[in-house]
């Protein structure tokens, strides 16, 4: 086993607020301290705390509460603040290297970086102009669009390595020019122990805290509710798929926008076909999931992660999702997949799940074994601790294992505030 890493990773997010961007920070930091390094997140003054990680947080901003995802002009001087208590951070808390998650994270790093001569990994987890694109922030091919397109190519050209997420290598590549010797392609993970198949009966207390007809078959989503997320979609199709499966119920959970989607279910006529109960704590999210027959995924864009297709999966539950190329490359044969925006298609591929509890049961167990065999944390961890190694080996930096002792210090330092 290798020698035992410091790896203090940047978060320009309200971490950890229930949403798939902090899972998968949440997930690829524990990875690393079960390969046996030693990590702690710098990170907004917002958020909870799943536990096992040390986060350290900038100053409390009174006026400041958002936790969705998507851009803000806050933003600006929330990351010169995170800046600050990087550097504070790190001059204590010594890191052989950094791990930045998002583009934002990189652009912080880089001066610490550079400052304490670490090597600094970029984790992509999608394309920043992208991300304000679907988030309506800028306007495709405008002066900003432009603008944030060249901030992504420069923080790309000064990084060490960048860990390139499968899932979206194909479409990130397209639009920029990557060092070929600086990207490290992993699969993305599940935790299979959390995310795993329930019984209905023991999830009584659910049907009932969330008024579920139980005689009634559950189309499942949960993620962010968003436009881009294709959830305005998936509602105007409803009706549809109730005149063929009327004794159907739609689950669909997240935030930020479920009052906006409730009232959009009132005007549809489907308001007693639909509950949506709002933000799910990670950790009971796979007993949430568990509640339904069919999940779905209608996400329109390809330039980011569709994390929550792993999340179905390993709960053993038979996924509909458009055709995207990182949904095949995860869901793989096994996936009901219909053209990219095609919510007609989208409501055949459903209706004939629903129809079918025989195929939906075999493409479920199917899609569990899937996660079991290609998706597990463990091996990706060690996919990424040997990223680790190499990026260090090329700078010619040599790590002797520190003390338990010296670590806990360190990485307690400045407090968990």
Known sequence: M????????IAPTPYFSDRGCHVQIYEVARSQQLQGNHVAIV????????????????????WYHKRSAGPSWHKLYLDLLLLGRTLQIARRYRPHLLHAHLHEGAAIALPVARLLNVPLVLDLQGSMAGEMVNHNFIREGARLYR?????????????DAMLMWSYIRESLQRRFDFPPDRVFEVDYGVDLERFRPYAKEDLQDLYEELGLPRERQVVVYLGVLSA???????????????????????????????????????????????????????????????????????KLTSMEGNGKLLNYMACGLPTVAFDLPGNVATLGEVGCYAPV???????????????????????????????ED???????????????????ARRGIAISSPSAHSVARDSSSGGWN
């Open 147 to 159: 603008l944030a397109e060249l901030t992504e190519r420069t923080i790309i050209r000064h990084v």
């Open 43 to 62: 990170t907004y003054h917002l958020g909870n705390d799943p536990g096992h990680i040390p986060i350290y947080r900038i100053p409390q901003i009174p």
């Open 341 to 371: 925006g095609d919510g007609l298609a989208l409501a055949e591929r459903i209706v004939t799940l629903l129809r079918d509890p025989l195929e939906r049961k075999r493409r479920g167990q199917e899609l569990r074994r899937r996660c």
């Open 228 to 298: 881009y997320q294709g959830i305005d979609l998936l509602l105007d199709v409803i009706p549809r798929i109730l005149a063929s499966c009327p004794d159907t119920h739609f689950l669909l959970m997240g935030y930020p926008d479920e009052e906006q989607y409730h009232a959009q279910a009132h005007a549809l006529g489907i308001a007693d076909h639909v509950t949506l109960p709002g933000r799910i704590a990670y950790q009971q999210a796979a007993r949430y999931l568990a509640l339904g027959d069919v999940a779905v995924s209608a």
């Open 2 to 9: 290798t020698s035992a890493k410091r790896v203090l990773m």
């Open 374 to 392: 290609l998706y597990s944390w463990h091996a990706i961890g060690a996919q990424i601790n040997a990223m680790y190694d190499t990026v260090l």
